[in-house]
């Protein structure tokens, strides 16, 4: 079974931060303070972002003239294992899809049964063609032993 590392991690890191242009949309100038890192904190890892948002307003609508930062950290777990959910259970259970995002569900494949964090949607139902009930990211995939291509009985709860 493979385990979420730190290396692996600066990895994805390193990827988003010369990736920038196409995930935010422009060129980010080194001026504007961006960065993204992970660490390790304690027996988890954390993701760090760092940015300013709106550089040239930042600088001139403070009393410092300095642009004002600011730090995202997302904590992750060493053994978490994200899965997809489909939209109609996450809005009938939370109200809508972004109050289900990282909330936790055990999932079940031949009888063994694992606590994922719901990481993103599935299409409405109406929309799946192939009758999947949930879809497993890779740290998920790994603790079932699963190897995509796949396609397994799978059921599943809120945690």
Not at 58 to 65: A, K, L, M, Q
Not at 94 to 99: D, I
Not at 140 to 152: D, N, R, S
Request: charged fraction near 25%; proline fraction near 5%.
């Amino acid at each position: 079974m493979r385990t979420l590392t730190l290396e692996y991690l600066r990895g994805v890191c390193d990827a988003l931060y010369y990736a920038q242009s196409e995930l935010l949309g422009g060129e980010i100038e080194e001026e504007k303070d961006f960065d993204i890192s992970a660490h390790l904190s304690g027996d988890n890892f954390e993701i760090r972002l760092k940015s300013c948002v709106g550089f040239i307003e930042s600088v001139y609508e403070n009393d410092t003239h300095k642009p004002l930062t600011t730090t995202q950290v997302l904590y992750i777990n060493r053994d978490t294992k994200p899965a997809k959910v489909i939209k109609d259970d996450m809005v009938a259970k939370w109200g809508s899809v972004k109050a289900a995002k990282h909330k936790p569900v055990l999932v079940t494949i031949n009888g063994v049964t694992h606590r994922c964090i719901v990481g993103d949607r599935m299409p409405w139902r109406k929309n799946i063609r192939n009758k999947a009930v949930i879809d497993l990211a890779p740290g998920a995939q790994a603790a079932f032993g699963l190897k995509p291509p796949f396609m397994v009985p799978a059921s599943w709860v809120w945690a």
